[in-house]
């Protein structure tokens, strides 16, 4: 097994090289840009725009930030809207965002510097990439841990129970509200939430925003855990209603099909329970499907499926911050929380075949091939 790891350890390395490099080039001919956002506010709001580039850590005094301060003629300028902004500055905007240097040697600082999980700072933020994940994650964490836990609590055990009444009353009518809750999109469900239950036309009965109230730190400890658990009903019930859908179905799949194999007879006629049958011989060869499962929906509901739902709610996590991010082109945290995101899935997708071995100690590692 020890090769086994060693070799999917020495396969991240390219995955990631890969991720990052095609992202890198596509960025490269998308439209716009950091140059191209500070020009913008720089025309439309000089002296406020320039406070803004001052504060972040530009070195930029006198003429040389102020349209026109230069007297010379930027009508060359290969960015949109730099007419009549001295050249000069627009030189030491270059440098301040690293476009002084061709696109292969930026790509390979940043592949340099990202091996030591060195993100640099933000364009527009005057924080560290580091620091700036690091102050979002407690939101994704929430979601997402709570959000997968829920929707596998909930899912085996309805799986489980569908498969043992398959085609009974039980099993339709359970089908059917699965269905409706899938087909249903879950920032709509969560919109349909607020209004029945956050003070929008009916009840007021959970808050509207955030994860904590504003006396948070005036709370005792049962009092916060009360107060996270209330915060977090309606984002985790508008996320799980559609995620539990497909899970359930899986497992209910999974379980049918082990229960028509032949061994399932052949532990009956022995005479054991159905219930031993069910949960020392099914169980472990049905849930090995539903493992295999797990990592696409953690990472799915840990990084990229609460964007809306914080939207929405007005949590400010992950989903949000990468979002705004590639909106507003601030580049180090774009690749900084892709190159996290990469590197925890394949992480994360490692830990799921090792976690075949303790469920079935049949699977051998070392003679499967990557």
Do not use: C
Not at 111 to 133: C, H, Q
Not at 145 to 155: G, K, N, P, R, V
């Amino acid at each position: 097994m020890l090769a086994y790891i060693i070799r999917r350890v020495a396969l991240m390395i390219p995955t990631i090289l890969g991720i990052m490099l095609v992202s890198f080039v596509v960025v490269q001919f998308a439209p716009g840009g950091p140059v191209e956002r500070v020009i913008a506010q720089l025309t439309g709001d000089g002296a406020s725009a320039t406070s803004r580039i001052s504060g972040q850590g530009g070195d930029f005094a006198g003429s040389a930030a102020m349209p026109g301060g230069g007297g010379a003629d930027a009508s060359a300028s290969k960015y949109r809207g730099a007419q009549g902004l001295d050249p000069k500055f627009i030189q030491e905007l270059e440098k301040q965002f690293g476009f002084d240097k061709p696109a292969y040697e930026r790509f390979w600082l940043m592949i340099k510097n990202y091996a030591t999980f060195d993100f640099g700072r933000s364009y527009f933020r005057d924080i560290r990439v580091i620091d700036l994940i690091a102050e979002k994650m407690p939101v994704s964490i929430s979601l997402g841990l709570w959000m997968t836990l829920l929707t596998y609590a909930i899912s085996i055990p309805l799986g489980i129970s569908k498969a043992m009444r398959d085609g009974s009353r039980f099993d339709v009518w359970t089908s059917a509200v699965i269905i409706v809750g899938y087909a249903i999109p879950s920032f709509l469900f969560a919109i349909l939430l607020i209004i029945l239950f956050a003070g929008g036309s009916f009840l007021d009965w959970f808050p509207l925003r955030g994860l904590t109230s504003d006396n948070w730190a005036q709370m005792s400890w049962p009092e916060r855990i009360l107060d996270y658990g209330w915060h977090l009903v309606l984002p985790l019930t508008s996320m799980v209603l559609g995620a539990f859908a497909t899970m359930t179905l899986l497992t209910k799949n999974s379980f049918l099909e082990e229960i028509r194999k032949q061994y399932v007879t052949t532990a009956r006629m022995k005479g054991l329970s159905e219930r031993s049958v069910l949960y020392r011989h099914v169980f472990r060869n049905a849930m090995l499907i539903v493992i295999a499962g797990f990592p696409g929906a953690f990472i799915s509901a840990f990084f990229t499926g609460s964007l809306l739902i914080e939207t929405i709610f007005s949590l400010d996590g992950l989903g949000l911050l990468g979002f705004e991010s590639v909106l507003n082109r601030d580049y180090p945290v774009v690749f900084g929380t892709l190159y996290i995101f990469s590197l925890a899935g394949l992480v994360v997708g490692l830990l799921s075949d090792l976690t075949y071995m303790l469920v079935d100690p049949r699977i051998d590692f070392e003679s499967r091939d990557v």
